[in-house]
């Protein structure tokens, strides 16, 4: 059986945004928690897309907050590069947020999950019931490959996006660490009182 404490789910934000996060943990954008000033990255005509597409259980995608299964998306690689009309970040100015699935049902929140881009029209959608497949439904070295262009797998670039998407705000408890760029980023997230033992570098993570 798949132990799902070791099925990590990574959200990146803007550091900026990372004291309201420590303050008030994940919060939706409808949420009487949600942060006021929230520094947003990535591309806004999709955010707007996933608020009024229906998933198949008849709520909408934009009442879930996010999720990926794997590092080194396509989004990340538009965000880093500026690419589509979206605002470019700088590497260290992107956090990734780590937790798990575990994390996640140990919260009793509801939630879904997707084998693909949670827009694209081949993607399924699955209920929490069938979480314990999650190992064979989503194809995990899609979603750690480094690359998804070039290649005979036309399918890549959508498995590789496969969600884990939260329904409510996700308290700090949730969060088991955060992932940045580099030492500055570092120095950054420590001024602010996390634990060193819950940051750590990973430069492999971003483009």
């Not at 259980?57 to 979206?86: A, H, W």
């Amino acid at each position: 059986m798949v132990n799902l404490n070791s099925i990590k789910i990574y959200r990146m934000t803007h550091i900026e945004n990372i004291p309201h996060i420590l303050a008030n943990g994940i919060t939706h954008a409808n949420s009487p928690n949600s942060n006021p000033n929230y520094k947003p990255i990535g591309d806004g005509t999709l955010i707007s897309t996933r608020s009024i597409k229906d998933i198949p259980d008849g709520r909408l995608l934009g009442d879930f907050i996010p999720f990926y299964f794997g590092v080194r998306t396509p989004m990340l690689y538009v965000v880093q590069r500026g690419f589509n009309s979206v605002a470019r970040t700088k590497a260290e100015d992107i956090v990734y947020i780590v937790s798990s699935v575990q994390n996640v049902m140990d919260c009793n929140l509801d939630f879904v999950f997707t084998d693909g881009h949670a827009v694209d029209g081949l993607t399924e959608f699955y209920p929490p019931s069938q979480i314990s497949e999650v190992d064979k439904i989503v194809d995990f070295t899609a979603a750690f490959a480094e690359f998804w262009s070039g290649t005979s797998d036309t399918d890549l670039k959508r498995r590789k996006e496969a969600e884990f998407l939260v329904e409510g705000d996700l308290p700090l408890e949730s969060i088991r660490g955060f992932v940045v760029y580099n030492e500055t980023a570092m120095e950054k997230l420590l001024a602010l009182g996390i634990h060193e033992r819950k940051v750590i570098i990973k430069k492999n993570f971003y483009f």
